[in-house]
């Protein structure tokens, strides 16, 4: 099983950036996709969320109206459109897949967004 995000990287306050998670390695589409986000000296907090067919989105309220969730199921890969960046998303953020049914979850290893002047 793998989850690889890229995408991340430094921009300016007002700024946009576009992670995305390839994975692999077990049926993507059976699976409800998540981006959550560490910033430095903090707990890993959920950002939004995308079910298995795309139909039910929901994110946090820090981000509500900036930020997109969308997936490719033809690709295996989840995506998360970022615009007006502030510095408080600054932060380590992580993709997440969490089985429909039953337990099995799996991680990325995490991209860093620095929102820096």
């Known amino acids: 099983v793998q989850l690889v995000e890229s995408g991340g990287g430094l921009v300016q306050p007002g700024g946009s950036l576009r992670l995305s998670c390839a994975t692999s390695g077990f049926t993507f589409s059976s699976y409800h996709m998540s981006w959550y986000r560490q910033p430095p000296g903090k707990e890993r907090d959920l950002v939004a969320v995308i079910t298995t067919a795309g139909v039910g989105i929901n994110y946090a309220d820090s981000v509500k109206g900036r930020f997109t969730i969308s997936r490719d199921n033809a690709k295996n890969t989840v995506y998360l459109q970022m615009n007006s960046l502030k510095p408080e998303d600054t932060a380590v953020y992580y993709c997440?897949?969490?089985?429909?049914?039953?337990?099995?979850?799996?991680w990325g290893q995490g991209t860093q967004v620095t929102v820096s002047s």
């Open positions: 997440n897949a969490q089985a429909e049914w039953g337990t099995r979850r799996y």
